[in-house]
């Protein structure tokens, strides 16, 4: 195997680009200290390398973009950890300790050498998506300190291993226990109500209270963990986006998420606010008052979607019919349920401008003022899918083929 190569001709910048070009080559250094001229090129491991504090060759060495990103954010704190700490910590990776698995690549646990148990998320060798995803939910969770969101305690970079060290959280995610029936019983109405009010106040710090301004634009069940008190913490950063101070509103050809929790506007605009993780918390209450999924039909109903179903009920009167019996055994208020179901039907209505920010909601929430009376919800049916192209409107002129297909319905 060759280690290193010369070549007199180069300078250094064509020295530069010379090794850019190989994916092999670690570094490269000119030749002559003297005229800059002659190109010299280093392959596999770098071994014996020292920094003179006079004199001595400049060595331009080739850095994983990822980690370089991170090295140049000045307000990132994020530890590194070395990579056989993970192996070590995780099994090598065993079956056994794997929590699960998504678009970013598979999540497992894993016990530290200091006793912390953590949740590791291994980005996918296959995964061109989750690169960009890696970098931007280090930069954003990395500034965020909040009790109900997932803690990073770090990342790991290794060549092609790029991995998110999390805090673990023995319960898992939320949609465990508010849709799989042998479970759905363990959450009382206090729980519920509990969950709710920590996931908003966890929204709401995204929105206003940290020092940035965060869209998550992928909020649902499977992204809102709880800890052994069952205590929720929103996680996966990997789709969220930074605002500006300023800023009310963005737009994209890239629409991502999970349809049945995206707003119409997003879904179908590709346009994104503070409003669309309104929409978004607007269906997890439901979902989570009722235990049904949000695109799942009804027994003896019309409704298409749960938004839909429980917009039925609420104009008859009947939107306590959505409480699951068996959930609820121990005496509860009548008044505090039907109170979440009209916050709920606020957060997604169809207009942006009539659902409430979340400062708002965890207002609500907290009082018992009047509230106004719900317009007509937007109805749109849930794809299990993470990326859907935008309407052509907003595509870019070339658009990469996806294979999924889109469907709206209007509301009757």
């Known amino acids: 195997m060759e280690f290193g190569s010369l070549n007199v001709g180069l300078d250094l910048n064509k ?8 994916c092999s080559c670690m570094a490269y250094a000119s030749a002559n ?13 770098l071994m014996d390398t020292r920094v003179f504090t006079d004199g001595g060759q400049d060595l331009y060495v080739r ?9 140049r954010d000045k307000d990132s704190s994020v530890p590194i950890f070395e990579v056989n700490d993970i192996f070590v910590a995780t099994g090598n990776f065993s079956l056994t300790n794997k929590l699960g698995q998504g678009g970013f690549g598979s999540v497992y646990k894993g016990l530290l050498r200091d006793g912390r148990e953590v949740a590791v998320k291994r980005l996918s060798h296959t995964s061109t998506q989750g690169v960009q995803e890696f970098k931007n939910e280090v930069r954003i969770v990395s500034k965020l300190q909040h009790k109900n969101l997932a803690r990073l305690y770090g990342c790991c970079i290794n060549g092609e291993e790029k991995m998110l060290v999390y805090e673990y959280l023995p319960n898992r995610s939320l949609d465990i226990f508010i849709f799989d029936k042998t479970r759905n019983s363990s959450l009382d109405w206090k729980r519920r109500f509990d969950i709710i009010i920590g996931i908003a106040r966890g929204i709401l710090y995204l929105h206003q209270d940290s020092r940035l301004k965060i869209i998550h634009r992928d909020l649902k069940p499977s992204n809102v963990l709880l800890d052994a008190a069952m205590n929720p913490k929103i996680s996966d950063f990997g789709m969220a986006r930074l605002f500006g101070e300023e800023q009310t509103e963005a737009n994209t050809n890239r629409v991502v998420g999970t349809y049945g929790y995206m707003s119409p506007e997003y879904a179908m605009k590709g346009l994104y606010s503070t409003k669309s993780d309104v929409f978004s918390f607007g269906v997890l209450t439901l979902e989570i008052i009722s235990g049904m999924r949000s695109n799942q039909s009804y027994e003896g109903s019309p409704s298409f979607s749960l938004i839909a179903h429980v917009w039925d009920l609420w104009r008859e009167g009947r939107a306590m019919e959505i409480v699951n019996p068996s959930t609820m055994v121990e005496p509860y208020s009548a008044d505090q349920v039907i109170r979440c179901i009209h916050i709920g039907l606020l957060c997604v209505q169809e207009s942006t401008a009539d659902r409430p920010t979340m400062s708002n909601v965890v207002f ?16 749109v049916i849930q794809s299990r899918c993470e990326e859907l192209q935008a309407p052509a409107a907003v595509r870019p002129e070339n658009p990469s083929i996806n294979q999924v297909s889109i469907t709206t319905m209007e509301a009757r």
Do not use: W
């Open 15 to 22: 020295c530069e680009q010379e090794c850019l070009m190989n």
């Open 33 to 45: 200290l003297i005229t800059g001229i002659g190109c010299l090129t280093f392959y596999g491991d």
């Open 63 to 71: 850095v994983d973009a990822v980690e370089l990103d991170l090295y």
């Open 364 to 379: 609500m929430f907290g009082n018992e003022t009047s509230l106004p009376s719900p317009n007509k919800p937007a109805f």
